[in-house]
């Protein structure tokens, strides 16, 4: 029996979790990477409780996860310019969802994932990862990429995980995300600092309580939360272009570098207590929050793209991995069954059946990410009506795509 040859292009979360998905007998999974994978994003992120689930139930990856340091979020609380708590969310996903937000360094989950997806001791042959390769073209019908040294690259099936190539291909024409008139820098920086140098602040939000704290003024916006079981403190924080003493434009890359000093201006209007923090961040990410129309289409001849390249969103729902995760499930159930190389037709039917299951959902949550950027987003896009709770369970209960089209 001729291998079934897939390659997946982006070592990013979307990549190795649809190489996870997708192992499996007679399967021979190439992940191409651009970069050289030595220096993954030092941020927070989340994983609600859609995805958690998908991770640990579906994908036995239980043990990964404690490995790469996951904390459980028990819910939001919000605070006033003073430091006063005006109100707390509990999240209580466990008992409603059975399943948890969990919070970790991104840099620890993405290389626990990394682990799973090359693992010998995991069903199917392992994947293999082919760092500094950077794709530049791609035919879809044949089911090539080509290298940016020339070398020309085969698969039966092609996933564009990491996507500005292959989403032009697969749409025959250029979409490039929208600016949304926010920028957001992104902060990392170790507790045990924050409690020698900045004893205001911990004893206002104890920064290794496992709750997400949010604090919303002067049309600015800061999220924070603890990772690596309190280790470390992240925050984001999120800005309006026209108030930003940057160039908004010039920092559309997530890795683009922020000025401390401009920073600082920025949030000239906040108490010290505040401002403080920033100082304490090894490094400075600062990136201009774009996002996607919901696009035509996800597949063409032997090319699927997935995860941002498909649906980018807006941070204000958290679900941006998460509904990667959900696009590599649907991977892995719509090719469970197959084994050998698909045919043009069997290949066709698996596609349309995996953009049909992902649509009209990723699109809803896209739409309502959006909708919560208010008013800087609002750009005509339908309303979406459901309420925070709805829009929860909406997101939350999810257990799968086939699970999902039979509702």
Known sequence: MAPFHIIIVGGGIAGFTAAIALRGPN?????LEQSSLNKEIGALISLQPNASRIMKSKWDLSQELSEAQQMVDEGFRIYNTDGHLVNTIPLMTKEKYRAERLLFHRRDLHEAL?????????????ATVRVTSRVVDCDASKGTVTLDGGEIVKGDLIIGADGIVLRKHVLEEAISPMP???????????????????????????PRDPFTSMIVAHDCRL????????EVY?????????????????????????????????????????????????????????DLNPLKTWHRGRV?????????????QGQGASQAIEDSEALGAFF????????????KRALKDIFQARYARVSLIQAYSRQAAKPATARGTKLVTMKPDEFMDFNCGYRGAKEWQRV
């Open 27 to 31: 399967r021979h999974i190439t992940i």
């Open 114 to 126: 990394k682990r799973a997806a090359v693992s010998p001791t995991r069903a199917g042959d392992p």
């Open 180 to 206: 949304t008139g926010h920028s957001a820098y992104r902060l990392m920086m170790p507790t045990e600092i924050l409690e020698q140098e900045e004893p205001e602040f911990c004893a206002k939000i104890n």
């Open 223 to 230: 999220i924070m939360g603890p990772g690596r079981q309190g």
């Open 234 to 290: 992240g925050i984001v924080a999120s800005v309006p272009d026209d108030q930003m003493n940057e160039d908004p434009q010039a920092k559309q890359s997530w890795v683009a570098e922020g000025d401390l000093e401009k920073l600082m201006q920025t949030f000239a209007e906040f108490l010290s207590w505040v401002k403080n923090l920033f100082k304490h961040s090894a490094d400075l990410g600062l990136w201009q929050l774009r």
């Open 304 to 316: 699927i793209i997935i995860g941002d390249a498909a649906h980018a969103m807006l941070p204000t």
């Open 336 to 347: 469970e069954e197959i084994i050998e190389p698909p045919s043009p037709e069997v290949l």
